[in-house]
């Protein structure tokens, strides 16, 4: 069964710091790869996304994710966080043959300022 | 603004006592999807429908229903609401199935009494 794996589930950094959310995936096809983002009380945003092409890929607010499909990984990284990042981060991936979104369970990312 | 719009932000409905959570669109997206997202952890996928036709996931409680009347609507109800139940409630959509990103609705907070 097709699963996704996000390795931290909270994370804590101050400000300025550099930032690597690891998610890997497993399905041996082509997938499509998003990284979502839920500020406190917000709905979920498209950070990113990945379906073909360039395996680096620049999203919104600085954010940037790789897809190295040799490792099934589309970690995503921003090189100095804000107070503002303080959010939950979901990646998610679909195989192109199917609508169904897989989910990671989230990482928590809390910024101090 | 183009956007997905769900009504009420919060609703608290009594143990057995049915509700309906409202969905609807502007984006004229062809799928609209449900989640059910508790508090830390992934959305859940309940259904969704790609036009007027409707897909249940195959671990959705037969409780939970959803109606289509067109395009831009899309309805849950949830027939005898149990405390497990209570949960923050997104709906979605897409362009297409697969291949084209959801948005997400700011979410149903539903609470149980």
């Known amino acids: 069964a097709q699963s996704v794996s996000q390795h931290n589930h909270h994370v804590i950094l101050s400000e300025a710091a550099s930032l690597e959310l690891g998610c890997n995936y497993s399905?041996?096809?082509?997938?499509?790869l998003f990284w979502y983002v839920q500020y406190p009380g917000q709905h979920l945003q498209l950070l990113l996304k990945?379906?073909?092409?360039d395996p680096l890929v620049k999203g919104i607010k600085g954010f940037e994710a790789e897809f190295i499909k040799s490792k099934f990984s589309f970690n995503l990284r921003k090189p100095s966080v804000q107070w503002s990042d303080t959010a939950e981060y979901f990646c998610?991936?679909?195989?192109?043959?199917?609508?169904?979104?897989?989910w990671g369970a989230g990482t928590k990312l809390i910024i101090k300022p | 603004d183009a956007m997905v719009i769900q009504n009420p932000r919060y609703q608290v409905t009594q143990f057995g006592k049915p509700v309906t959570l409202s969905c609807s669109q502007t984006l004229n997206h062809n799928v609209m999807y449900w989640y059910q997202q508790k508090s830390s952890q992934a959305p859940k996928l309940l259904f969704h429908?790609?036009?007027?036709?409707?897909?249940n996931e195959a671990d959705t409680p037969d409780n939970f229903q959803s109606r289509r009347p067109n395009t831009s609507f899309c309805f849950l109800d949830i027939r005898s609401p149990g405390l497990g139940d209570a949960a923050m409630y997104l709906c979605?959509?897409?362009?297409?199935?697969?291949?084209?990103?959801?948005?997400f609705g700011d979410g149903t907070r539903l609470s149980i009494l």
């Open positions: 990945y379906f073909s092409g």
């Open positions: 979605a959509t897409s362009s297409r199935k697969g291949i084209q990103p959801q948005h």
């Open positions: 399905y041996g096809g082509t997938v499509n």
């Open positions: 429908y790609y036009d007027k036709d409707f897909n």
């Open positions: 998610a991936v679909n195989a192109r043959s199917n609508y169904q979104l897989i």
